[in-house]
């Protein structure tokens, strides 16, 4: 037998290693991309499928805590979920399997990733509770319990009009508007500039020589205080004798000319679409943004968007989309989207668990034995949007004081948003 | 106010009998037994003689005299005293008695009733009775007999506690199938609004027992509207009084406890932080849900580091004992400005109407005068007629004299009895005389 001994553990390391599939890229879309390397790489090293571990851990979990239900009249069905994931310290008793598996060379100092892992199949695969993930991911990273893992939705706060954010929102720049190009006042740290021009009398995106010399204003003043973080341009005013040709050459224009102060990014705000008093925006709905971006990428023309959120909603030409379609819009062009300007909104709470629907295609609720609120509102499908690792700037907006500004923090970070000052820029 | 007089009125009358005659003679008046009109006295706090008095009264033995008669909302305080230097140490406490006696505002000007706030509407030894007895009150710190509404609380927590537990999507208006029900289901029955932590609980039922029985002590009623949700209404000299004790929350982010930052929860979310706040809304008599006749007064007391709620029970109840004094005096001035634009109304009413009949008869007497001058000429004929038929019968009469066959003169009295009954058709004077009168009767009025 002894003979055999070694001949038999190769067999059982080969059978396990048939036995084991690769961690599959289409189950871990969600997952950061260090955490998805990892996983690779530790398959790759080590032949284990951490996913897979992740996996049956969580199902053993759902075969524990949660009980298929039936209603009274036997016409609806629940998954109900007695286990409580949220904000728990050590869910999935994760410090014993750490522990116990502490010394393998793949796992070392990971117990948040592992952690990270279980839960992401846990949220999206055994109870549909998937809107506490981007917050959860985020409270990993600021109480430090995961190394490798980024801010999903990180927002770099920006304040105007002496706005103070909470202490768990640092903010060290400014937004500053001008009509002129010209930086009055020396910003007190790093700034975004917006320079309104949606003004009739200014014709900057439609004379290039108008925009020529405001460039140039914007130059001095670069000159002088530094570039900021991004430029902001207001959309030009639809005026019966707008043409789109000069629009697109002053775009041009624009672009190379700033270009010398990269990173700096040039943005356009889209504008207001339905008061009476004043003209409408070139760029008002989401039909508009979108056009703009098509056009702008035939024209390889680099510019970026500010998606000033309460004027979009309150566009009234936009009459084709509803308030979900234009965050399946705004999904598209994502990536774009550099600042975002919101309002306060009153959080609105979902009237219904969530639901799937069975083979029979009877819709199954996901039920939660210990009430996690499920909102339907702007803030998370604001969240659902674009739910990445880039970095976007926040401009408050209609906020008049820090507890109005504070009220927004909390809505923003219990969507699933995180806050850093900007510092390490990922954008 | 009627009411009150009357109340009034009998007490003394009542008072007056059960002194001046044996019970079971009063009870014979009254046609009631002598146990009813006992209870009666009881009820309108009027002292009876005791056991015995008639008896010693015949035998004429000394009695015990008769004892003015209290104030029917006769409030009976009881104390520890506080007199004395603060710093001379008491070998033991005193137990006092007062009674608040609130003052007849029947007897009082509305002008006079005007100048009263709040606690003027106790007579001045009344409001030392009353301010010595606040500050005697003292949240104790364990309570073995807990005003029933307290404790109805503690069973309806308790059994929604194990309820939610057994149907924990109830809310949700989801069922599911269960076949064995542990816990029988129902809604929540309202109880007293107390909203607090755990840890905080025997601490906000000590302050609440501690309120309500020193309002039962002012003969406050208490009462719990059927609702969904918890309240409590304390009437209070005819003032609705409402209040809920809660314990305060505070986000996360500004605990001092870096420790609770440092937990895995998020810095947004709302915690219990331990101090309690009681807010009391005050409304006027009259006060219905849904009606805005006056906007509540609301008060608040709420825990601070350097005084806790339990220290502030003898300012809350002087404050809202202050607001419904105030709120009866303002009663009582609307009730009289009432009464006196009801009175002023009703003479109006009445010379409007006097003045209609007035009205209406001169157009009746001017109506009769105009007929009777119209018909001046009509009376006229008349009344030549009348004189020609008189006088066509007195000739008949003279005439009749002549005759002297028996049967003429019978056929002739009857003609001449015709004539004259015609004559007097013809008369216009009776009429004539009796619408002058009522012309005349008229005009006087």
Redesign the interface.
């Known amino acids: 037998m002894n003979k055999y001994q070694d001949n038999v553990a190769i067999l059982i390391t080969e059978i396990k290693k048939c036995n084991t599939d690769g961690p599959s890229p289409s189950e871990m879309i969600r997952l950061d991309n260090n955490l998805v390397s990892w996983v690779r790489e530790t398959y790759r090293q080590y032949g284990v499928n951490l996913y897979s571990f992740a996996s049956e851990l969580a199902s053993s979990y759902y075969e524990r805590y949660v009980k298929y239900e039936r209603g009274d009249f036997g016409q609806s069905y629940y998954h109900v979920n007695n286990y409580n994931h949220r904000y728990n310290n050590n869910p999935f008793d994760i410090d014993r399997i750490y522990e116990d598996n502490k010394h393998r060379p793949f796992l070392e100092n990971k117990r948040g990733e592992l952690e990270m892992l279980v839960m992401h199949e846990w949220l999206f695969v055994e109870v549909y509770d998937d809107d506490y993930w981007s917050e959860y991911v985020n409270l990993c990273v600021s109480h430090g319990r995961v190394n490798i893992v980024k801010n999903v939705n990180a927002l770099i706060p920006l304040t105007c009009l002496g706005l103070k954010y909470p202490d768990d929102a640092p903010c060290s720049m400014e937004h500053i508007t001008t009509t002129d190009g010209i930086l009055k006042m020396a910003p007190q740290d790093d700034y975004i500039f917006r320079v309104d021009i949606s003004r009739l009398d200014v014709r900057a995106w439609q004379d290039p020589e108008e925009m020529a010399t405001l460039i140039a204003m914007l130059n001095t003043s670069f000159r002088k205080y530094g570039a900021p973080k991004v430029l902001e341009f207001t959309a030009p005013t639809k005026i019966a004798s707008f043409d789109d040709e000069t629009f697109f050459s002053c775009c041009s224009m624009l672009e190379k000319k700033m270009k010398k102060y990269s990173p700096m990014k040039v943005a356009i705000v889209n504008g207001s679409g339905n008061q009476k008093s004043k003209p409408v925006s070139y760029i008002c709905t989401i039909e508009d943004i979108i056009k703009l971006k098509t056009q702008l990428r035939e024209r390889k023309i680099r510019l970026q968007f500010s998606i000033d959120f309460p004027t979009l909603f309150v566009s009234k030409r936009d009459t084709n989309y509803n308030q979900k379609e234009i965050f399946g819009a705004l999904t598209e062009i994502k990536n774009s989207i550099v600042c975002l300007n919101i309002a306060n909104v009153k959080p609105q709470t979902s009237n219904w668990p969530r639901s799937r629907p069975n083979s029979d295609d009877k819709d199954i609720y996901y039920l939660n034995k210990y009430k996690y609120p499920v909102y339907d509102d702007f803030y998370s499908m604001l969240s659902a949007t674009f739910n990445d690792n880039q970095q976007r700037y926040l401009i408050p907006k209609n906020i008049s004081n820090d507890t109005e500004l504070e009220i927004l923090v909390d809505n923003l970070l219990r969507s699933g948003f995180a806050f850093c000052d900007g510092g390490d820029r990922n954008e | 106010m009627n009411e009150a007089q009357d109340i009034k009125k009998m007490r003394v009358t009542l008072y007056e009998d059960v002194w001046a005659a044996p019970m079971t003679a009063v009870a014979v008046k009254y046609g009631l037994s002598d146990t009813g009109v006992r209870k009666r006295c009881k009820s309108y706090n009027i002292p009876i003689p005791p056991f015995g008095y008639w008896a010693k009264v015949k035998a004429g033995k000394p009695v015990a005299e008769r004892p003015p008669l209290p104030p029917y909302d006769e409030i009976i305080l009881s104390f520890e005293s506080q007199l004395g230097d603060k710093d001379e140490p008491t070998l033991s406490p005193k137990n006092k008695t007062g009674s608040l006696e609130l003052l007849d505002l029947e007897e009082l000007s509305i002008d006079q009733l005007e100048n009263m706030h709040g606690l003027d509407l106790l007579d001045p030894d009344s409001i030392e009775t009353f301010n010595n007895w606040c500050n005697s009150l003292v949240v104790p710190g364990r309570v073995n007999d807990y005003d029933d509404l307290i404790s109805k609380h503690k069973l309806e927590i308790e059994y929604r506690e194990v309820r939610d537990k057994e149907y924990?999507?109830r809310n949700?208006h989801?069922?599911?199938?269960k076949p064995l029900e542990k816990v029988k289901k129902r809604d929540n029955e309202a109880v007293l609004p107390i909203e607090v932590s755990n840890s905080q609980l025997s601490r906000a039922y000590r302050i609440v027992d501690t309120l309500l029985k020193a309002f039962k002590k002012l003969k406050a009623s208490f009462s719990i509207d059927r609702s969904d949700r918890d309240n409590i209404t304390i009437t209070l000299l005819r003032t609705m009084v409402s209040f809920n004790i809660y314990e305060c929350k505070t986000?996360r982010?500004y605990l001092a406890d870096s420790l609770a930052i440092?937990?895995?929860?998020?810095?947004?979310e709302e915690v219990f932080d331990g101090r309690l706040q009681i807010v009391w809304q005050i409304r006027k008599e009259g006060y219905y849900y849904g009606s805005n006749k006056e906007p509540a007064v609301c008060l608040s007391y709420i825990d601070s580091s350097d005084n806790l709620l339990e220290n502030q029970i003898s300012t809350i109840i002087i404050e809202v004992y202050k607001q419904c004094c105030n709120n009866k005096i303002l009663n009582m001035i609307d009730q009289r400005k009432m009464k006196l634009q009801f009175e002023q109304e009703a003479n109006n009413l009445l010379a409007k109407e006097q003045a209609e009949i007035k009205r209406k008869n001169e157009v009746e007497r001017q109506a009769r005068k105009n007929a009777l001058i119209k018909g001046i000429v009509e009376d006229a004929k008349k009344w030549f007629e009348h004189e020609k038929l008189s006088k066509y019968a007195d000739e008949l009469e003279i005439h009749k004299a002549t005759c002297s066959n028996e049967e003429t003169i019978q056929l002739l009295q009857g003609y001449i009895q015709l004539v004259r009954e015609n004559a007097d058709k013809y008369n216009p004077l009776s009429h004539i005389l009796h619408e002058m009168k009522v012309i005349e009767s008229q005009e006087n009025n």
Request: without cysteine.
């Open positions: 924990p999507f949700d989801i069922d599911i199938w986000k982010r440092q937990n895995f929860r998020p810095l947004y």
